[in-house]
């Protein structure tokens, strides 16, 4: 491994877990007593798997997560046939703070990266989304000091899986793709796109599930966690 190219959200930061349970506590917190609550909770879920399906709504969604996140209360009380004023972004704004609150790197995650550093591997993270919501997670939970190289789709104006991300980052920390490893969640973005560059993809499927039934990517390895990178 001569270079080493991270994710962020679901590979060093749990990101996803009590997603469901914010949205509710969220709910709960702003809708009025007279709304049902239960019918909401539905459509929000609903509207969340829509709203995130399509590839190019994600893409143009996500470097703006509190308005994404408004987006969907809002197509979720329609989908509810709820009319209220300001609880969109009411519930928006609640549900961000409790994700930002909860958020916490796993538990390998530091271990790994200073293990990383004390071998003198080279370090990027490569991240999609919000300038601000990353920028925040990378300072909140002091990640900067371990990396080499930092790039933002918000900040950079494109994101993986563009080939030119991960060129610019090769270049960044002058690394050519052979010898260069990417590790992330995502099949797409953290493994096809980079091997299909000549780097070495990895996996991260931390909660074992394998993967999908009829994937077509083949990652060069698959790992449940960081530390297993580092046993090698
Ligand atoms: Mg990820």
Redesign the pocket.
């Known amino acids: 491994m001569r270079a080493l190219l991270l994710?962020?959200?679901?590979?060093l930061l749990d990101?996803s877990s009590g997603a469901d349970a914010h949205w509710e506590a969220a709910v709960v917190a702003c809708a009025p007593p007279s709304l049902d609550r239960t019918r909401l909770l539905t459509a929000l879920a609903e509207t969340r798997r829509w709203f995130w399906d399509d590839p190019e709504r994600h893409r143009r969604e996500r470097v703006n997560m509190l308005g994404a996140w408004q987006h969907i209360v809002e197509f979720a009380l329609e989908r509810a046939g709820v009319e209220a004023d300001g609880l969109a972004p009411a519930i928006a704004r609640d549900f961000a703070a409790r994700r930002r609150d909860a958020m916490r790197l796993f538990p390998d995650t530091v271990e790994s990266l200073e293990d990383f550093r004390r071998r003198g591997v080279p370090l990027a993270l490569v991240t999609n989304g919000d300038a601000s919501q990353q920028r925040d997670k990378i300072e909140r939970h002091g990640l900067a000091r371990f990396f080499d190289v930092i790039l933002i789709e918000g900040e950079f104006g494109v994101g993986k899986p563009e080939e030119i991300v991960y060129r610019h980052v090769l270049g960044a920390l002058g690394a050519p793709p052979e010898g260069a490893w990417m590790a992330?969640?995502?099949l797409e973005?953290?493994v096809d796109a980079p091997q299909r560059l000549g780097l070495y993809g990895v996996w991260i499927d931390r909660g074992g599930h394998g993967l999908p039934a009829g994937s077509r990517v083949r990652p060069h390895r698959i790992v449940r966690s960081l530390r297993e990178l580092i046993a090698d």
Do not use: K, V
């Not at 994710?7 to 590979?11: F, S």
């Open positions: 994710d962020l959200d679901d590979t990101y992330g969640d995502h973005f953290d």
